[in-house]
């Protein structure tokens, strides 16, 4: 596993505001999107004008896996972070995290599209073509916990018909969105998991590849990622960070800081947001898990019936918990 650390300014650090609590350093945890080193060279700019303003070092942390982000949140060595809504429930659920932001988009759209990538000239035209070769395709997915690369069309393509990507194709590969673009472009895969925020960033970085590639499946809407912070951070810590966070592209310099934020994502900042965002992406797994069982095979009706049983009512739990409020 791959790991990149890069630490935000610490020695010019300014005293903190009047009233506030002692000066320590805060860990930043970024979503893998292309390489580690690319995603810090995208969010530093960002990093550091908001270090500056909260008067606080702001190190930052990219991996190059969402295990890799998972587990050092799990290892609190990450105080707030970007991350999809999947690794987000982990986080909330198990790590004493809770969600302050959600992405905006510059476009205004409410999300995203999760989509199958083929090569231009490939002959599988429609996603029944794909369903017609079991056994004979080359298959590029995202990691588990990536919403768009993996839970997404595993609940609304394989889990629907009974199928289990890992075992309906030739082979398969996992990677990040970037590298599985790549070898769709190069003739390495056959077919890729992807979305279209990605492959905007793709098309920019990769015009000749990208112009090789071409759009099988779309998804529906995927609720934009969110801003996950540490919930046993002080009250007042979490207020400034968020206000800073959400504050940021809006403020006299909204024009210089835009474009910071467009090195990241096709955005124009942050929203507040609660855990009552996460409700959406634990429906996708909910009904992944109620596919899965369906299609498994059972000793009995009753077997199968006491197992979906329980997935409901984990589901119901879930969402009592993501609606409840949280800590101020």
Known sequence: MLW??????????????????????????????????????????????????????????????????????????????????????????????????????????????????????????????????????RYARGEVLSVSGYLVPETQLFANRKLDSDTFFASVTVDNHQNNALAVANNEVDVATNDTADMERFARRFPDQYARLRVLWTSSLIPHPVVVMRSDLSAELRQRVTAALTSYGKGRNAAAEQAKLQRIYDIDGFTPAGNETLVPFADIEFNLERRRAYSAQWVSDAAMQARLHKIDAEHEALVRRLMAPTLP
Request: charged letters at 20%.
């Open 4 to 137: 990149c650390c890069l630490c935000g300014p610490t020695a010019w650090a300014a005293r903190p505001p009047e009233g506030a609590t002692h000066v320590r350093a805060l860990t930043f945890g970024i979503l893998p999107i292309g390489g580690p080193s690319e995603s810090l060279e995208a969010w530093r700019p960002m990093l550091d004008d908001l270090s500056h303003s909260l008067h606080l070092p702001i190190r930052s942390l990219s991996v190059s896996t969402y295990e890799g982000l998972a587990q050092a949140m799990s290892e609190e060595r990450v105080d707030f972070a970007f991350v999809s809504g999947r690794l987000a429930l982990d986080a909330v659920i198990s790590d004493r995290m809770q969600v302050v932001a959600q992405l905006s988009s510059s476009s205004g759209a409410r999300g995203y599209y999760s989509v199958l990538l083929v090569p231009k000239d490939s002959p599988l035209r429609t996603i029944d073509d794909l369903f017609r070769h079991p056994g004979r395709l």
